[in-house]
């Protein structure tokens, strides 16, 4: 099977899906979960089932969305698409498992963010394949059942405890996606700029690879801007020195880190001593909301030790502390450059 290539002039926006993969053979990394997930669409497929319901967590980027595809595609049945804020009401719900046909996907991105009589909804649907809604109104108002065929519903969450526990136990498959190591990140890469069509050099995409803090969307983000880079500001060939030196204008640090993620290890020893601190006044004094906080730049900090959770609050780590070149009092090193700004 070929790759996809993207038509010369063709927005990268609307070629943003060929980025991904297509089935088990192109997906790369989670190896684990890809093993299991393989065995149970196969199961699934010869006894002409649908597959058990499929939980996905982990943080931003790892490839949630893109493994539901596959599963669709791997198992040959449609994929509906919604997340949790753009199903506010049970009767949302209902219209959405009332159009599933037999052994399609339901695929719900932001899981967790269902409001819990929506996700009520789900439970007798998920077990016993029906739902009951109220129909009439006041003396007149009764229950009616709807049938539903059998179907797959596909869970996507970067918080996976912020869901509720009778909803969680309907899952039979429960994942957890993983960072990548570098050189799963380094084949994400090669694969993507081949369809962009565009020449990575091996060493750019391993520096690349370095900095993109074990997340393919990250990888791809910084390939395309790094490409950008190479066509208005050289040949268009990505090597080395062209990628250090969009990841220099892009402040991506040698661990990943941007501006962002050491503002918040800046905030931690310069207006709290290291911690611990609340999330709620760690974001407010950097301007950011909990939610980007806690699912966009903890799960990276924490993965690589510099900032710890405790039932206290976030507390940066010596590490952290040492990655600014700082002591967890605040203080610089003997003889460490003042990071910059």
Do not use: C, W
């Amino acid at each position: 099977m070929g790759e996809p290539k993207a038509p010369p002039g063709y927005p990268d926006e609307e070629f943003h899906q060929s980025l991904r993969p297509r089935d088990f053979g192109e997906y790369v990394g989670q190896g684990a979960v890809l093993e299991q997930l393989e065995i149970s669409v196969s199961a699934a497929r010869a006894r002409g089932e649908a597959l058990d319901h499929v939980l996905l967590h982990g943080p931003p980027g790892l490839g949630k969305t893109s493994l539901a595809a596959v599963l669709a595609r791997e198992l040959d049945v449609p994929m509906h698409t919604s997340a949790g804020p753009l199903v506010p009401r049970t009767g949302d719900m209902v219209a959405l498992l009332n159009s599933l046909a037999r052994n399609e996907i339901l695929f719900i991105d932001e899981i967790h963010r269902l409001a819990p009589a929506v996700a009520e909804v789900l439970y007798p649907a998920m077990e016993d394949h029906y739902v009951d809604i109220m129909v009439g109104e006041k003396l007149g108002a009764h229950s009616l059942r709807i049938d539903l065929p059998p179907f797959t519903l596909i869970g996507a969450t970067t918080r996976a405890d912020l869901l509720t526990g009778p909803l969680r136990d309907r899952f039979p498959l429960v994942h957890q996606l993983e960072f990548y190591s570098i050189a799963e990140v380094e084949t994400v890469l090669a694969r993507s700029a081949r369809v962009l069509r565009v020449h990575l050099d091996p060493d750019a995409g391993g520096e690349i690879a370095s900095r993109a803090r074990g997340t393919p969307r990250v990888a791809n983000n910084l390939l395309r801007r790094v490409r950008d880079y190479a066509e208005v500001r050289s040949d268009g060939t990505i090597r080395r020195d062209t990628a250090l030196a969009l990841l220099e204008i892009a402040q991506v640090d040698g661990q990943g880190l941007d501006r962002f993620d050491r503002k918040i290890l800046e905030s931690l020893l310069d207006n709290f001593s290291g911690g611990p601190v609340g999330v709620a006044n760690l974001a407010a004094t950097l301007g950011m909301d909990n939610r980007t906080l806690e699912e966009v730049h903890e799960p990276y900090l924490i993965y690589r030790g510099f900032l710890r959770r405790t039932g206290k609050g976030r507390m940066i780590t010596d590490r952290g502390a040492r990655h600014l070149g700082r002591a967890a009092s605040g203080t610089l090193f003997p003889g460490s450059p003042v990071p910059k700004p």
